[in-house]
C-alpha cells in the first residue's frame, strides 16, 4: 500500500485557500481507493511576491494544521 496526497492552494484576494487529501493506493492495481483525510482552510494572504516564500508559508500552514 502506497499514501499519496495532493494539495491545492490558491490566493484569492487577501486570502490563501488550501485543500489538502490523502488516500491509500495498492501496490496490486491501479485503482484510486477512499480518500483518507482531508483538509481544508484558509490563512490570511501577506501579499508575498517571492513565490518561494509564498509556498514556504503555505507548506508551513499546511503542516501546522495537520
Not at 495498492?26 to 477512499?34: A, I
Request: hydrophobic share 45%; no cysteine.
Amino acid at each position: 500500500m502506497r499514501y499519496e496526497m495532493r494539495i491545492v492552494a490558491y490566493d484569492v484576494l487577501d486570502q490563501v485557500v488550501v485543500t489538502t487529501s490523502l488516500w491509500a493506493d495498492s501496490q496490486l492495481d491501479d485503482v484510486r481507493h477512499d480518500v483518507l483525510l482531508t483538509r481544508h482552510f484558509s490563512l490570511a494572504g501577506v501579499g508575498r511576491e517571492d513565490a518561494g516564500e509564498w509556498l514556504t508559508d503555505v507548506l508551513t500552514a499546511v503542516i501546522e494544521t495537520l
